[in-house]
């Protein structure tokens, strides 16, 4: 499985910005476990988000519950990252990983790994 990660950018605080992830190669099971996580130098890779949309799950960090929303497309093979109000403590390195199995992407052994997305958020 190979995932790219897209939409990262500068933006003001209390701005919005959309992460995409696109999967491809065996894509089958990515539908079981998608998620999102978020590294910043020094810290560990925490994670964000995560959604099964075989079992219509999500999961939320409680930093970002009621601001970010995940979704996936799986006719696309994408899952997307709506950020709104964010924050400078939102900047990072966002990346998107997949495993076969539920929760397990929502934890830094996932089995795939994208590149990640630098997002930076101004005050």
């Known amino acids: 499985v190979q995932l790219v990660e897209s939409g990262g950018g500068s933006v003001q605080g209390g701005g919005s910005l959309t992460l995409s992830c696109a999967a491809s190669g065996d894509t089958y099971y990515s539908r079981n476990c998608m998620g999102w996580f978020r590294q910043t130098p020094g810290k560990e890779r925490e994670v964000v988000a995560g959604i099964n949309s075989r079992g219509r799950t999500t999961y939320y960090a409680d930093f970002v519950k009621g601001r970010f929303t995940i979704s996936q497309d799986n006719a696309e093979n994408t899952v997307y990252l709506q950020m709104n109000s964010l924050k400078p403590a939102d900047a990072g390195m966002y990346y998107c990983?997949?495993?076969?199995?539920?929760?397990?992407?929502?934890?830094?052994?996932?089995?795939?790994w994208g590149q990640g997305t630098q997002v930076t958020v101004s005050s």
């Open positions: 990983a997949t495993d076969p199995r539920w929760p397990n992407c929502l934890r830094t052994e996932s089995l795939y």
